[in-house]
């Protein structure tokens, strides 16, 4: 079965994993990747804070957003080792770019970001829900611990 996965810098059409992504030789680890993922979405709500207040460029969010898509993307293939799929939550990454492409063509303020901030919000709460879904399927698979996955990233 070929692997598709969201490809942040293209057309949100599912693609083949990106070239200069890390490909894995072993099996990669779901509550690493699920950390990193988490990690990656505090980083786009902490840059668009930084960008509101002019001390983040929109190239440094979209930075944060393109390590965002490249952490998704590891995290639905260390689920996909499982057989755990996660095409539930495959759209959101294209709907939050489209969500931070309207955000960043406004003027950098603390008025615009509480304009767009609450659909940023929803849409990483989104996410964490569909990671929080597959917490029973990836432990009956693994055999191992409940990852810790919150409910909010505030």
């Not at 509550?31 to 990690?39: C, E, G, M, S």
């Not at 902490?46 to 957003?65: F, G, K, N």
């Not at 080792?81 to 303020?109: H, K, Q, W």
Request: glycine share 6%; with cysteine; proline share 8%.
């Amino acid at each position: 079965m070929q692997s598709h996965y969201y490809n942040p810098a293209g057309s949100g059409y599912p693609t083949a994993a990106p070239r200069g992504c890390q490909s894995y030789s072993q099996q990669p680890d779901v509550p690493t990747a699920v950390r990193n993922l988490i990690t990656a979405m505090k980083n786009i709500q902490e840059s668009l804070q930084l960008w509101s207040t002019r001390r983040a460029t929109e190239a440094q969010v979209s930075d944060c957003y393109m390590q965002f898509g490249a952490e998704f993307n590891a995290t639905a293939r260390a689920f996909e080792i499982y057989g755990i799929n996660t095409s539930d939550i495959n759209s959101v990454p294209a709907r939050l770019r489209t969500e931070l492409e309207i955000c960043l063509g406004e003027d950098p303020s603390p008025q615009n970001l509480n304009l767009y901030m609450p659909g940023v919000r929803q849409l990483l709460y989104e996410i964490l829900q569909g990671l929080r879904s597959k917490q029973s399927a990836w432990r009956a698979a693994s055999g191992r611990p409940p990852m810790v996955i919150p409910h909010h990233l505030d």
